[in-house]
């Protein structure tokens, strides 16, 4: 049986725990916990392990070195665990003064989507491609019955975030078919309602859901339609 991982953050930005969020959830690997105080998150973390830490940087309350300095603790459970810091702009000097011990498996970024790139790598998650595409969902709403349409905001090999109508209850299992172009048959299968969005902050209404039963061709095709997308999105 695979443990979830837990994974922490300590972030205000709603854009960034919603992407984070649904990178984490669409993939059933690992589950969030969001803070906003860098006291709260080392009350936490200290105290039980966390596979990742994700941080936007300043915190409200703490500066980094003594953030890092009590994480890094040799009572802390999470002392060895990965830290991912988004912050606006890097001081080099002030870097270079909390010393290679404290920075031990700390990544610095600038930009959210470094940071997420980096969070996928470490917890060797589906990276995600900001596509739309057209999918037809069966299924049963309070209104309607037969087939939907919707449209992506992203894809991964292993899901995708629906901008959708209608929702499906989170557990629901549904018949699928995805256009990744107009010039080929769909890619068909199931797709897993993982979560509802939250319109407010992540400001799409739609559902998380994740691939399953896809013939071996139709995941070939998918994976080399995501593999493209990513090389050509961070060109």
């Known amino acids: 049986m695979t443990t979830t991982r837990q994974v922490l953050a300590v972030a205000n930005c709603a854009e960034t725990v919603g992407r984070l969020e649904e990178l984490l959830l669409s993939t059933r690997k690992a589950t969030l916990e969001q803070v906003s105080h860098g006291v709260d998150a080392l009350d936490r973390a200290t105290r039980r392990h966390f596979e990742l830490i994700m941080m936007e940087f300043p915190l409200l309350d703490l500066d980094m070195e003594d953030f890092l300095s009590e994480l890094r603790g040799p009572e802390s459970t999470s002392r060895e665990s990965p830290v991912v810091v988004l912050t606006g702009s890097v001081d080099r000097r002030a870097l270079e003064a909390l010393g290679r011990e404290r920075l031990s498996g700390v990544e610095i970024y600038t930009h959210s989507r470094g940071a997420l790139r980096a969070i996928t790598r470490r917890l060797h998650l589906s990276d995600r491609l900001r596509a739309e595409l057209r999918v037809a969902m069966v299924g049963t709403t309070e209104d309607a019955r037969g087939t939907q349409l919707a449209q992506t905001r992203n894809i991964s ?79």
């Open 157 to 235: 090999v292993t899901g995708m975030l629906l901008g959708v109508d209608f929702l499906l209850p989170v557990g629901t299992i549904a018949p699928i078919a995805v256009e990744l172009s107009s010039e080929e048959p769909p890619i068909r299968g199931g797709a897993e309602v993982v979560r509802h969005t939250d319109p407010v902050r992540e400001k799409v209404t739609g559902m998380g859901v994740r691939f399953v039963g896809l013939l071996d061709e139709d995941r070939r095709r998918l994976s080399e339609f995501v593999a493209e997308g990513l090389r050509v999105q961070r060109l």
